[in-house]
């Protein structure tokens, strides 16, 4: 894209951008949930392109958001050891073309200088221009919860809010929200509790809204996510898209993969 274009851009040009990891997951379809140890006899088996960042963007995608990801890809179906974006290589991308970039918590001191570059732009652009950022803190690490103070959105998963002690969505919000930035809004999911999200004008929540039968709850939490930066993007409330993201995630755990969100 050249810089000409790239200038005369329009915010609803502009894309979400997902940075974080993809791979491959393996999923074995069962009768029922194993018992340890045991054999179980598996019905069918399909490969999935998988990770956090990219689920979110292909459930982004399917909503009809214009959106990018940025991560490490294999040549073939299966790699190991592939490096995390660092900030030198988020260096190179031109800020310009996104309107909001969403972090999956994993390599969390290189994310922060990266979240430092956006503020920077910025500072630099009007405020109409400015670049909203969100990061998900998923995985009980200590490095990650750095993330906290980064981030207008941020995405604290059940189990990091029980390492912590709460016991529920609105504890979590409540008893984490001191660890936010100003201003910024902190949101938890907790399964079929629904989910709850605090910000400076107050504590928000959603009930959960399973399908009649559940059949798949991988990517739940990044269908979550994505469909809740989708409703944010389009300039819907806190609670509409709470809502909205309970909505999306529970229907997402009604079939297999994703193809069904868009109904």
Not at 142 to 152: I, P
Not at 173 to 184: D, E, M, T
Request: proline content about 3%; some cysteine; overall charge negative.
């Amino acid at each position: 894209m050249s810089a000409a274009r790239t200038s005369k851009m329009t915010e609803k040009e502009k894309q979400i951008l997902c940075v974080g990891l993809v791979c491959l997951d393996i999923i074995n379809v069962v009768d029922k949930f194993p018992v340890e140890d045991s054999d179980t006899r598996c019905l069918s088996q399909r490969w999935q392109r998988g990770g956090n960042a990219s689920n979110t963007c292909t459930v982004l995608s399917m909503l009809g958001a214009s959106c990018g990801f940025m991560g490490s890809l294999a040549p073939g179906h299966v790699s190991e050891n592939l490096p995390d974006v660092n900030s030198e290589d988020f260096r190179k991308i031109d800020l310009s073309l996104y309107k909001w970039i969403h972090w999956e918590g994993r390599n969390a001191s290189e994310q922060v200088a990266m979240i430092q570059q956006v503020e920077q732009y910025n500072a630099t652009v009007p405020a109409k221009h400015r670049i909203t950022t969100s990061v998900e803190i998923e995985k009980t690490r200590e490095e990650l919860y750095q993330l906290f103070g980064h981030g207008d959105v941020v995405f604290v998963s059940k189990d990091v809010a029980g390492h912590f002690g709460f016991n529920s969505a609105s504890e979590a919000v409540k008893g984490l929200y001191n660890r936010v930035k100003p201003g910024a809004y902190l949101i938890c999911a907790w399964a079929e509790k629904g989910a709850d999200a605090m910000g400076p004008d107050g504590v928000f929540h959603s009930d959960a809204f399973p399908p009649e039968k559940l059949v798949d709850t991988l990517g739940a939490g990044d269908t979550f996510i994505a469909a809740i930066l989708f409703s944010l993007c389009n300039g819907k409330s806190i609670q509409e898209s709470l809502t909205f993201g309970c909505q999306i995630a529970g229907r997402k755990c009604g079939f297999q993969g994703y193809d069904g969100i868009v109904q």
